[in-house]
Structures are given as C-alpha cells and as structure tokens.
Antibody
Framework: EVQVVESGGDIVQPGGSLRLSCAAS????????VHWVRQAPGKGLVWVSR????????DYAGSVKGRFTVSRDNAKNTVYLQMNSLRAEDTAVYYC??????????WGQGTMVTVSS | QSVLTQPPSASGTPGQRVTISCSGS????????VCWYQQLPGTAPKVLIY???QRPSGVVDRFSGSKSGTSASLVISGLRSEDEADYYC???????????FGGGTKLTVL
C-alpha cells in the first residue's frame, strides 16, 4: 500500500525533546519534498517545515526555527523531525505530507505530541 | 491569525452550490499556486484541488477551484451530506519562505 506513516508522538515536559518519524511504503520518498504540518486540538493547520529531495534545501516556520530540525534518510525511506526545547504551544497532531500542494499530495494519519508538566 | 483569510463557516442544503473564498496577498496567492483541502472529523486533510484548479484523480468533479489576483475560491456543486467537513486553502508565501494556510471553513449541510 502506498502511504506515509508518522510515529514518535508522546507526552513530554516543557523544555524536552522528541523525534518524529515519517516512514513511506509503496514508493520512494526520496523523490519528493516532504512537509510537516501541525494542528493543535480544535485549531487549524499550521505549516512547520519542508525538506527538498536533495535533503539540503530546508525551510522552517519562524515559530520553530532554531528548535526543530528536519532530516531524511533515503536508505530508510524516512524523514525525521527532531524537536528540541518544546513548549506547551507545540502541542498538536503532527502530520507529514508528501508533495504538499502538488499532484502527488498525500498525508499520513498524524502523531500526537503533548507538551505538559 | 492566519495569513490567508477564509470565512469561519458556510452552509447549504443538499443539492445547492456553495462557494468558499480564500483571500491573500501578492506574496502568496497572487504569485504562486493555491490548493484546497478537505478534513473530515478525526481524519487527516485530503487534497481536493492543486495548482489552483486541478483535481487529483479520485476527486469528484463537484469540487472545482479558481484563482484571480489575490483571491481564490472553492466551489462545491450538488452539495451532499458527506461534504460536511472543514476546508482549508493553502499556498506558498515568498515573504516568509513557507506554506501558509487559511484558518479553515466549517461547512454544514443543513
């Protein structure tokens, strides 16, 4: 089955760290840009980051720049989101999306991150 | 406060035509493509329209998109009960070098 699956969500204390994974199956994730988008409970969609197929060109939202790092391991067909210095306002469902806004746009089911003491 | 502005709610009766607007600026909608998502309760967003007016395979032609200047629109024709969902517009914004989303429109089928 062609899909992307997020994992790694958890409950973490403020100031803590977490690494999310976005694993692809049924296709080569390395051919696509991959975006991370989050959605706080009951709120709208907010873009977090984008990594290009080359793994070098990366963009971040201002709210996470310097705290979050995106990387990819094409051998594992996986993209990662390393989240450091987490804050309560980072609490959300985190989605990864292949080719966001394009013809091959596809999202995973999301993984929940809760930042709370 | 979202960069792209959508009405928070819309409604219609079965069979009606509903239009959801998305207002932006020269740095986003006017200068790049717009896409539209449908998010059913408890599920991930699903793309309905990409590149302003293109439908992915599998999306019915009751959904159509358009763009003019700094605004875009999603039209849903022949409204059905299963269309009840949240709808989001999105596009690249060159001034922030990132994707911007509308705040979402909750569509109710009366």
């Amino acid at each position: 089955e062609v899909q992307v699956v997020e994992s790694g969500g958890d409950i973490v204390q403020p100031g803590g760290s977490l690494r999310l994974s976005c694993a692809a199956s049924g296709f080569t994730l390395g051919r696509y840009s991959v975006h991370w988008v989050r959605q706080a409970p009951g709120k709208g969609l907010v873009w977090v980051s984008r990594i290009h197929p080359d793994g070098i060109r990366i963009d971040y939202a201002g709210s996470v720049k310097g705290r979050f790092t995106v990387s990819r391991d094409n051998a594992k067909n996986t993209v990662y989101l390393q989240m450091n210095s987490l804050r309560a306002e980072d609490t959300a469902v985190y989605y990864c999306a292949r080719d966001q806004g394009g013809e091959d746009d596809m999202w995973g089911q999301g993984t929940m991150v809760t930042v709370s003491s | 406060q979202s960069v792209l502005t959508q009405p928070p709610s819309a409604s219609g009766t079965p069979g009606q035509r509903v239009t959801i607007s998305c207002s932006g600026s020269s740095s986003n909608i006017e200068s790049d493509y717009v896409c539209w998502y449908q998010q059913l309760p408890g599920t991930a967003p699903k793309v309905l329209i990409y590149k302003n007016d293109q439908r992915p395979s599998g999306v019915v032609d009751r959904f159509s998109g358009s763009k003019s200047g700094t605004s875009a629109s999603l039209v849903i024709s022949g409204l059905r009960s299963e269309d009840e969902a949240d709808y989001y517009c999105a596009g690249w914004d060159g001034s922030v070098s990132g994707v911007v989303f509308g705040g979402g429109t909750k569509l109710t089928v009366l």
